[in-house]
């Protein structure tokens, strides 16, 4: 599968931004997808996660209350509605997919599929 992640740009402190991760090849229909972020100068962190089946999501600290994942099985994509956007917030945006358990959603190396990342950035 192929993952396509779009909707990156830039907005001021307080803005909203709608991300998308558009999968080909194969159905997102399954598994868990998410978005990961990576801000300069740091490692790449969880921000959010959507199970396919359940429709359970999971949300980094930092981003709960502002940040929104869905999944729309029509259009087989994953979206991150993001409001209240931060300064702190700028990085390059990630969607990957996988199949793991719940424990280990929040961990990067169980996802097989990545996206090409979409920049984020936030002015204050």
């Known amino acids: 599968v192929q993952l396509q992640a779009s909707g990156g740009g830039l907005v001021q402190a307080g803005g909203s931004l709608r991300l998308s991760c558009a999968a080909s090849?194969?159905?997102?229909?399954?598994?868990?997808t998410a978005w990961f972020r990576q801000a300069p100068g740091k490692e790449r962190e969880f921000v959010a996660s959507?199970?396919?089946?359940?429709?359970?999501?999971l949300y980094a600290d930092p981003v709960k209350g502002r940040f929104t994942i869905v999944r729309d099985n029509a259009k087989n994509t994953v979206s991150l509605q993001m409001n209240s956007l931060k300064p702190e917030d700028t990085a390059t945006y990630y969607c990957a997919a996988g199949s793991m358990p719940w424990g280990l959603i929040r961990v990067e190396d169980q996802y097989n599929y990545w996206g090409q990342g979409t920049l984020v950035t936030v002015s204050s």
């Open positions: 959507i199970r396919w089946s359940s429709g359970g999501t």
């Open positions: 090849g194969r159905t997102l229909s399954s598994g868990v």
